[in-house]
């Protein structure tokens, strides 16, 4: 079983930058990938940006440029920058984890862009 609690969602208006961070309850080196997914209102659960154990990284055309993933193995976190943001980026921010053949989901935080 894996814990995943996300951190550093709030409020910023367009053009800011936030940090998110996600903290596993244990050691992240075995995990296949890390991600982190955004749910607007009325909206499906969306891809944000995932990172593989190995370093790959991969974006939503929506935010490449703009955001970017990264994981420290040995803090057992991943980490979402979000730069030049957007009242489109408005959502709540899931981290996730893919471990062998199991998912596991933190419990959100939440983002808002004022324009």
């Known amino acids: 079983q894996v814990q995943l609690v996300e951190s550093g969602g709030g409020f910023v208006q367009a053009g800011g930058s936030l940090g998110l961070s996600c903290t596993a309850s244990r050691s992240i080196d075995s995990f296949n990938y890390m991600g982190w997914y955004r749910q607007a209102p009325g909206k499906q659960r969306e891809l944000v940006a995932t990172?593989?154990?190995?370093?790959?990284?991969n974006y939503a055309d929506s935010v490449k440029g703009r955001f970017t993933i990264s994981r420290d193995n040995a803090k057992s976190m991943v980490y979402l920058q979000m730069n030049s943001l957007n009242p489109e980026d408005s959502a709540v921010y899931y981290c996730k984890a893919g471990v062998l053949l199991r998912t596991y989901w933190g419990q959100g935080t939440q983002v808002t862009v004022s324009s």
């Open positions: 990172i593989t154990s190995g370093g790959n990284t």
